[in-house]
T-cell receptor, first 114, second 115 residues
Framework: AQSVAQPEDQVNVAEGNPLTVKCTYS??????LFWYVQYPNRGLQFLLK??????LVKGSYGFEAEFNKSQTSFHLKKPSALVSDSALYFC????????????FGKGNQVVVIP | DSGVTQTPKHLITATGQRVTLRCSPR?????VYWYQQSLDQGLQFLIQ???????AKGNILERFSAQQFPDLHSELNLSSLELGDSALYFC??????????????FGPGTRLLVL
């Protein structure tokens, strides 16, 4: 079954420092990968996705993600973190059997320290 | 704002009861998805509808059912509620049902508390 793993429960980073949220995937075939962010008491907001093409994908709010096929990873990055980036981040992969359902990771809580 | 709306925002009910959650997709979107988010199970796909027809089923209990109406809004019906059904229920929509490259846009969710 298709799955993603987000190995860290929480990521703490100082404001202004680079932010990385890790995600590894396990799929058969070509992966379609997504990142979403969830702010407190809000729904999931789409950040970016990788379908094909350039390994570096640029998304909303200054975020980008790097697809690495050899390491089966899709890490989310931001060069300079803001306090407002504190939220729950989810990596997701398209299910190749039921193509339109997403399989989500457990989520990473990001805390940006002022 | 994703353009997906869900009502109600919060729902408190008792065990054994039945509730209906409502979702209106983004304008023009034909596909609707339901997900459940709980502390122990994380985000789980429940069911997908496309233009009124069921397209995919995930980890949806037999006590739960859904439908999509001609105006494309969808309802998720939860019956014989148990304490463990307490969760955040999300609806998402996308334009079509396709190869899976489409982005799903999520609503704000309905928080269900079963007492």
């Amino acid at each position: 079954a298709q799955s993603v793993a987000q190995p860290e429960d929480q990521v703490n980073v100082a404001e202004g420092n680079p932010l990385t949220v890790k995600c590894t995937y396990s799929v058969s075939g070509n992966p379609y990968l997504f990142w979403y962010v969830q702010y407190p008491n809000r729904g999931l907001q789409f950040l970016l996705k990788y379908i094909t093409g350039d390994n570096l994908v640029k998304g909303s709010y200054g975020f980008e993600a790097e697809f690495n096929k050899s390491q089966t990873s899709f890490h989310l990055k931001k060069p300079s973190a803001l306090v407002s980036d504190s939220a729950l981040y989810f990596c997701a992969v398209r299910d190749t059997r039921y193509r339109n359902r997403l399989a989500f990771g457990k989520g990473n809580q990001v805390v940006v320290i002022p | 704002d994703s353009g997906v709306t869900q009502t109600p925002k919060h729902l408190i009910t008792a065990t054994g009861q039945r509730v209906t959650l409502r979702c209106s997709p983004r304008s023009g979107d034909l596909s609707v998805y339901w997900y459940q988010q709980s502390l122990d199970q994380g985000l789980q796909f429940l069911i997908q509808y496309y233009n009124g027809e069921e397209r995919a089923k995930g980890n949806i209990l037999e006590r739960f059912s859904a439908q999509q109406f001609p105006d494309l809004h969808s309802e998720l019906n939860l019956s014989s509620l148990e304490l463990g059904d307490s969760a955040l229920y999300f609806c998402a929509s996308s334009p079509r049902t396709s190869g899976g490259e489409e982005t799903q846009y999520f609503g704000p969710g309905t928080r269900l508390l079963v007492l």
